[in-house]
């Protein structure tokens, strides 16, 4: 683990693309320092590592609805909805509401991880080093271009088996029921799961890339000599 972790470190340690570029474009098929073919098996473990650590974070009960970097809120025409129902004494049913989209979040990201794991096997060296000399989002974009579709197709017949399950659907039939029968309103009636299944997927990529900058910048995760060395050219740049 702790090679594999240098593999990663090295070359996000170099103080510019133009450097990163020189010393991956000049290494050997093998050395005794580290070789093309370690550099991509490096970023792909350390890819999922991050990948495992995160998205199981948001597989549990209130994975997404107690974590309030990734909480899926109300669409905002659903916002007045809920705002009038709290208005009229109707808290428990607009929480009920909310909760049971975050409920389904959880469930859908189950899906992910292989997704990701596949993205990431599939990762060629020319990936490894446009990811290495990228921005400190780079690996989540990756992510996000290579899985969004297959991500999607998972998680939205997931997220409405879910809402089904749950009774989710008689719920926010009952809300929006009785938000449209008030007077003098704007009918609603949003498709509440494409919208949570879009959240969804925010969500995941938002802890991810987390995760990514703090592999690439958070000191504490120095654990070993190695880990600290090549870290402290980053330091200077």
């Known amino acids: 683990m702790k090679r594999t972790i240098a593999c990663l470190t090295f070359v996000l340690a170099l103080s510019s693309c133009a450097e990163m570029q020189q010393v991956i474009d000049q290494l050997p098929q093998s050395t005794g320092i580290l070789s093309q073919a370690e550099i991509g098996n490096g970023l792909k473990e350390a890819l999922t590592n991050g990948i495992n650590k995160q998205v ?33 004494g109707m808290s428990k049913l607009a929480d009920e509401g909310l909760k049971i989209i975050n409920r389904a979040a959880e469930e859908a990201v189950k899906e992910a991880t292989p997704i990701f794991i596949d993205a990431v096997k ?12 990228g921005n400190e989002h780079a690996a989540t974009s ?13 998680f939205n017949p997931v997220i409405k088996k879910s809402f089904t399950k749950v009774g989710a659907d008689k719920v926010w039939n009952q809300i929006f029921s009785k938000y449209n029968s008030l007077p003098l309103v704007k009918k609603v009636n949003p498709d509440l799961t494409d ?23 958070n000191i504490q995760s120095r654990t070993s000599e190695t880990l ?4 402290a050219l980053q330091d200077k740049k």
């Open 56 to 88: 199981n974070k948001l597989t549990v009960t209130d994975g997404f609805f107690k974590n309030e970097m990734v909480k899926i809120l109300l669409p905002e025409e659903v916002q007045k909805v809920d705002a009038k129902l709290r208005q009229l």
């Open 122 to 133: 599939q990762m060629t060296f020319s990936d490894a080093k446009t990811i290495l000399m």
């Open 142 to 154: 990756y992510l996000q271009n290579t899985t969004s579709t297959a991500l999607y197709a998972k």
């Open 195 to 217: 919208y949570t299944t879009n959240k969804a997927m925010e969500g995941v990529f938002k802890m991810i890339a987390l995760e990514e900058k703090d592999i690439r910048t």
């Open 228 to 231: 600290k060395k090549v870290f």
